[in-house]
């Protein structure tokens, strides 16, 4: 699994193989990644939850064992900082270990938040794929050629997207579409998922929270959009048609 963020831009099924998540944005803090397997049981090596105690020998905190950090993340003992409020930067999470499982749910706790007056926050995503570690690239953070899904939580509306912009996408390659195929095709919804730090009644405590299901080859996502309990499905998508590997 892969957990990984990047700034404003300037310029299946769970198989055993399986690992990855990604996050993308300007100023996001990653709160907390809860993962559940089949029956309710915790996946302990794809969860994290702070405080984050951790310290390597250099002095930087640590997730976790299980997770490694990369581009401008920054571990703190109460959140993960994937990136700077600054554009053009990326960071990201991942874990080392597979899923192992063939359905899941994972819940995700997020912000996305800058102080500029125009572009702030942008974009986060979690990606599911082969790679057992982070190929960074041109697609919400990642390299268009991975074989998996990923949901990308995306606040800025990029041109080549067009009309078709949506704050919350599915993507989905078997390793073998263009960058243009997996970006023109996708399902999604909006939700209101951005925080402005300058305004009067921002707090440390805002949050936004995603839940991605798979069942079999289904493949949903709900969304909290303040954290306040009130979810809404977003989109769920068949993964059979894509040949995904189990």
């Given at each position: 699994m892969?957990?990984?963020g990047?700034?404003?831009?300037?310029g299946?099924?769970?198989?055993?193989?399986?690992s990855?998540?990604?996050?993308v944005?300007a100023?996001?803090?990653a709160l907390?990644t809860?993962?559940?397997g089949?029956?309710g049981?915790?996946?302990?090596?794809?969860?994290f939850?702070?405080?984050?105690?951790?310290?390597?020998?250099?002095g930087?905190r640590?997730?976790?064992?299980?997770?490694?950090?990369?581009g401008?993340t920054?571990?703190?003992?109460?959140f993960?900082r994937l990136?700077?409020?600054r554009?053009?930067?990326?960071g990201?999470?991942?874990s080392?270990?597979?899923l192992?499982?063939?359905a899941?749910t994972a819940?995700?706790?997020?912000r996305?938040?800058?102080?500029?007056?125009?572009f702030?926050g942008?974009?986060?995503a979690?990606w599911?794929?082969?790679?057992p570690?982070?190929?960074?690239?041109?697609?919400?953070?990642?390299?268009?050629?991975?074989?998996?899904?990923?949901?990308?939580?995306?606040?800025?509306?990029?041109?080549e997207?067009g009309?078709r912009h949506?704050?919350?996408?599915?993507f989905?390659?078997?390793?073998?579409r263009?960058?243009?195929?997996?970006i023109?095709?996708?399902d999604?919804?909006d939700?209101?998922?951005?925080?402005?730090?300058?305004r009067a009644?921002?707090?440390?405590?805002n949050?936004?929270?995603?839940k991605?299901?798979?069942?079999?080859?289904?493949?949903s996502v709900?969304?909290d959009?303040?954290?306040?309990g009130?979810?809404?499905?977003?989109t769920t998508?068949?993964?059979?048609?894509?040949n995904?590997?189990?």
């Amino acid at each position: 699994m892969v957990a990984g963020g990047g700034g404003r831009r300037g310029g299946a099924r769970a198989g055993a193989g399986r690992s990855g998540v990604i996050l993308v944005v300007a100023c996001l803090m990653a709160l907390a990644t809860m993962m559940v397997g089949v029956g309710g049981e915790m996946m302990e090596a794809h969860t994290f939850i702070a405080p984050f105690n951790d310290v390597q020998v250099d002095g930087k905190r640590l997730v976790s064992k299980d997770w490694t950090s990369g581009g401008e993340t920054q571990v703190n003992q109460n959140f993960v900082r994937l990136t700077p409020d600054r554009q053009s930067k990326r960071g990201a999470l991942w874990s080392h270990n597979p899923l192992g499982v063939d359905a899941f749910t994972a819940t995700l706790k997020f912000r996305m938040h800058g102080q500029g007056k125009k572009f702030f926050g942008d974009g986060i995503a979690f990606w599911i794929t082969q790679n057992p570690y982070w190929a960074e690239g041109d697609v919400h953070g990642v390299s268009h050629a991975f074989t998996g899904v990923g949901v990308a939580f995306d606040t800025f509306k990029n041109t080549e997207h067009g009309a078709r912009h949506r704050d919350v996408a599915v993507f989905i390659n078997d390793g073998s579409r263009s960058r243009e195929d997996v970006i023109g095709g996708f399902d999604g919804c909006d939700a209101s998922l951005r925080y402005h730090g300058e305004r009067a009644d921002f707090s440390v405590t805002n949050s936004s929270r995603a839940k991605v299901t798979l069942e079999g080859t289904t493949f949903s996502v709900q969304i909290d959009p303040r954290g306040n309990g009130n979810w809404f499905q977003c989109t769920t998508v068949d993964l059979a048609p894509y040949n995904l590997p189990e």
